[in-house]
């Protein structure tokens, strides 16, 4: 059952007078996302961007973008915030996380923003590996193990990324925003449901070469839960639920550390590295 999003002209958004019930920081400490919650459900407020009014008993989500918001950037931070909290709050495990399908087996880069998610899910994209998303990894228990489901959208990239990758250069867009690059004949889309075989913890450590390690079960399910999202942590049936969820998927995933070269000219080099270790981490879960 989906949620129904309801527009409403721009608007200021107004002073919340309580607490905000949890909040969402960049990796340079600044609040990006705050939420309230009312009496029928929370309102998600997403700095300089729009408020979100979540009506659980209606399914209906309203949507007050504020004055001079890019219609395009409310449209992407409801498809790649918003709804991805809307499927926690249905029971489905959602991560920060790129992912594409790799012979038949979908793999997923989650970590912090701007450790290289979208950058290694376009370029294996562009060497044939359908993306699955470029964020907001959807999965689905299956089973023994995990389906991740494809996730429809343009991908976004950094403009140093875009220039690296796809030839050109947004040239409206200032070095912190992302470009939104149209899926294309040369960047695939994953169109079914695929098995899930293996995540990677992106970390940024200064590797001259690509390093790959193997997690244990309780590294890895600490790690995936900074990177899940998750609408209310203060319902407790459901955070029960949510660390029973990553819990497994810890024990019965493949969770590797990847730390490689940030250097464009040795990508190539990366992807080649990155699908030789997919190769031989077995079927999927």
């Known amino acids: 059952m989906t949620f129904t999003l309801v527009h409403t002209p721009p608007r200021v958004p107004e002073p919340i007078g309580p607490e905000p019930a949890s909040i969402w920081l960049s990796p340079e400490g600044e609040v990006t996302t705050t939420f309230y919650r009312t009496g029928s459900g929370c309102l998600v407020r997403t700095i300089d961007c729009a408020d979100f009014t979540i009506d659980f008993a209606d399914r209906t989500v309203t949507c007050a973008p504020y004055p001079d918001t890019a219609p395009e950037m409310v449209e992407s931070t409801y498809n ?136 244990d079960p309780g590294s890895a399910m600490d790690l995936a839960l900074k990177q899940t999202f998750m609408l209310d942590t203060g319902d407790k049936a459901r955070m029960s639920a949510h660390f029973d969820t990553v819990a497994f998927l810890a024990e019965t995933v493949p969770i590797f550390s990847l730390d490689y070269p940030r250097d464009y000219g040795q990508l190539d080099s990366v992807m080649e590295a990155i699908v030789a270790h997919v190769r031989e981490t077995g079927e999927p879960s």
């Open 80 to 215: 790649n915030q918003i709804v991805p909290l809307l499927r926690t709050w249905d029971g489905d495990l959602v991560l920060h996380a790129s992912g594409v399908a790799i012979d038949g087996r979908a793999v997923g880069f989650f970590g912090i923003s701007r450790r290289g998610k979208s950058t290694l899910a376009t370029a294996l994209a562009r060497a044939g590996h359908p993306c699955i998303t470029d964020d907001g990894l959807i999965l689905l228990r299956a089973g023994s193990g995990f389906v991740a489901e494809p996730k429809a959208g343009p991908l976004r990239l950094l403009p140093d990324s875009e220039a690296a990758l796809i030839g050109a250069q947004s040239a409206s867009l200032d070095r912190d925003t992302k470009a939104r690059i149209t899926l294309t004949d040369e960047i695939r889309f994953q169109q079914e449901p695929v098995g899930l075989g293996s995540l990677y913890h992106l970390v940024d450590a200064g590797a001259e070469h690509v390093s790959i390690a193997r997690l």
